[in-house]
């Protein structure tokens, strides 16, 4: 029985996480546009135009300063 009762929680946590997945799957496509404009149907997503170069830059300087901040600190603790 106490085993039963350790796993309860583990058993309810994952039975909520795969039934919360579930509902994210069961979402149908977009609904159409209204007519009334000049193009039919759905049109192709535009974007993806945002540069990446700025962003991967910041990531790579912060990266650093936490590898050596990390190495600083291994070194002065010896």
Do not use: C, W
């Amino acid at each position: 029985m106490k085993k039963f009762v350790k796993l309860l929680p583990v058993f309810l946590l994952s039975a909520l996480l795969f039934l919360s997945s579930a509902q994210l799957f069961a979402q149908g496509p977009p609904p159409p546009p209204p007519g009334g404009h000049a193009l039919d149907g759905n049109q192709p997503q535009s974007g993806g135009t945002a540069p990446i170069g700025s962003g991967m830059a910041i990531l790579l300087v912060m990266g650093a300063a936490y590898a050596g901040k990390k190495a600083y600190d291994a070194r002065i603790s010896e």
